[in-house]
């Protein structure tokens, strides 16, 4: 699996910020001596970014007009939004993960928040125009990706997410967003078992042409904002109910705060959806068969 990476995401920053480079440059370090193949992405044009936000919107993140307390205005965030989604967008085409910042899945058509400015998943889904399985196991609920594909009958989306956490959304499920929301610190049996009910559920509303999946690893055990228990050796097991789907699959980078295990974290998920069959097997089909 392709990483799609560029070492210009690390170049903002502010030292209080979880949502720092660290995160992102200790883990394509670890994955490139993995022997990972890397693609570097160019930034999001407006036409891309206009099938989910509106003009306002990018207007806003390109002027630096907003404030939000979780979205610093660094210098040239416009730059380093419309990259990130470039990430996104590259990895769909390529069947890649974006190991890129900002993350998305907080942004919805006219806001940002919860460290995301533009919705990197959800723009790369809208554009490919093809039917897809969203599973977003980003430990905090995607209001921003629930926000653009709502009622969007080429979408199904599916947030296992810890309940109470921000943004406060997601505590049930509505039209075609299936939401699980879930004790913190559940652990992996619990976690495992809801993801297993999920995508049968979502089967249900199939079938799909492929499926994107929103990675954050802030469900990591010893993670500080979501914690839901988990071992890196989880995440395989992730990859492979996903894998399962046999499902052309893509995935983004979300969450996750201890930067030290995003890269094995990621090596383990890709392991996961090998093993399940989704990087190597036929395709499309949906999670139903």
Known sequence: ????????????????????????????????????????????????????????????????????????????????????????ILAQRRRGFSLMRPPGHHAGPHFLGGFCYFNNLAVAVKISGLRTLIVDIDGHHGNGTQAVFLGDERVVYVSLHQRWNYPGTGLESRDNCLNYPLPARCGADTYLATLERALDEAG??????????????????????????????????????????????????????????IGPAVEALVAGLEDGGALTGPGPRSPAG
């Open 1 to 88: 699996m392709d990483i799609i990476y560029s070492a210009r995401c690390l170049e903002y920053q502010q030292v209080w910020h979880p949502e720092s480079p660290a995160r992102v440059r200790i883990a394509s370090q670890y994955l490139e001596n993995a022997g990972f193949p890397f693609l570097e992405p160019e930034p999001a044009r407006d036409e891309e970014l206009l099938a989910v936000h509106t003009e306002a919107h990018i207007k806003r993140v390109e002027e630096g007009d907003f404030h939000d307390p979780d979205c610093p205005r660094y210098p040239n965030i416009g730059f380093y939004a419309r990259l990130a989604v470039g990430g996104a």
């Open 204 to 261: 249900k509303r199939g079938p799909f042409e492929q499926l994107a999946i929103s990675a954050g690893f802030d469900t990591y055990k010893d993670d500080p904002l979501a914690s839901m228990g988990l071992e890196v050796e989880d995440y395989r097991r992730i990859g492979r109910l996903l894998g399962a789907l046999r499902l052309p699959t893509f995935a983004v980078l979300e969450g996750g705060y201890v930067p030290e295990i």
